[in-house]
């Protein structure tokens, strides 16, 4: 009687192969299609541990080679403190360092402040006060001092309006923020106006300085004006120097003095 021959018996090892390689290929060409999507999520989740929530516009559009990264007008609001939230008005891009955010360059930002009074105490500069710019410079000192609490890579915005109650308080340009033991800052020009048709206006430039969450210091030149044109006008400007301390607490101290 004869023997029915066997079946071939299939060769496991291209079969396990294929396997693999769809594997080792399929994962990462699934990361990198969903690239977007992974970086929004792990950003959502590092701003949140921060303290700061996104809306739904918060979106990070990653670059096909991983070098930067691109993300669109989004709001992000803040529990706790003068700073309400951070709104992105234009595009931001970030120049990635591996997966962290090596740098960013915006073309506009609005900080946004709790209507809320800032108490300065004794030093604060009389000049001020005449102007009725002491709520908004110090609104904006004690805001700064909150900005270096966040993790912030270097920082490069082309303009910033801060805004309070809807009223805008001041406005800055060519603002860069590189970040360390303490925030070092710089601005082309910080701008605070008060009162109808800006009677009162304060323009600072060539301004440097450092911020840390308890003390703010900034430097350059002043120029202080009040009223208005044909109405009269009286100004006054020279090198200034601005100086806070206690900003993480009730009873922050001011000081301004050079102009």
């Known amino acids: 009687m004869s023997r029915v021959p066997e079946p071939p018996r299939r060769r496991k090892g291209p079969l396990i192969a294929a396997v693999v390689a769809t594997v080792l290929i ?8 969903l690239r977007g999507t992974i970086a929004t999520s792990m950003a959502r989740d590092e701003l949140a541990a921060r303290g700061l929530t996104c809306d739904e516009r918060f979106e990070v559009a990653v670059a096909p080679f991983f ?8 709001r992000c609001s803040r ?9 992105l008005l234009g595009p ?15 073309e506009s930002l ?21 102007l009725n710019l002491e709520q908004r410079v110090a609104g904006l000192v004690k805001g700064i001092s909150e900005l270096s609490a966040l993790p912030l890579p ?3 915005v082309g303009h910033v309006d801060v805004v ?3 009223d805008t308080v001041a406005n800055a340009s060519g603002l860069t923020l590189t970040p360390g033991s303490v925030l070092q800052l710089a601005a082309d020009r910080i701008a605070f106006t008060a009162g109808p048709m800006g009677v009162g ?17 900034l430097e350059g030149r002043a120029t202080a004006r009040a009223g208005v044109g044909i109405l009269g006008s009286v100004s006054t400007g020279g090198h200034f120097e601005l100086d806070a301390e206690g900003l993480d607490t009730g009873a922050p101290r001011f000081r301004l003095s050079g102009f």
Not at 26 to 32: F, K, T
Not at 79 to 87: K, P
Request: charged letters at 25%.
């Open 26 to 33: 399929g994962i990462p060409l699934a990361a990198w299609l």
């Open 92 to 106: 931001a891009t970030i120049a990635l360092d591996g997966l962290e955010p090596g740098s960013v360059r915006a």
């Open 164 to 166: 309070r109650d809807g």
């Open 67 to 74: 070098d930067e990264a691109t993300v669109g007008p989004t």
């Open 154 to 156: 270097p920082t490069t």
């Open 201 to 217: 206006r304060l323009e600072l430039t060539e301004v440097t300085g450092t911020s840390t969450r308890a003390r703010v210091h």
């Open 79 to 87: 529990e706790g403190g003068i700073l309400r939230a951070v709104e």
């Open 110 to 130: 609005r900080l946004v402040l709790r209507d809320t009074e800032v108490r300065g105490g004794s030093r604060w500069a009389q000049a001020l006060r005449r």
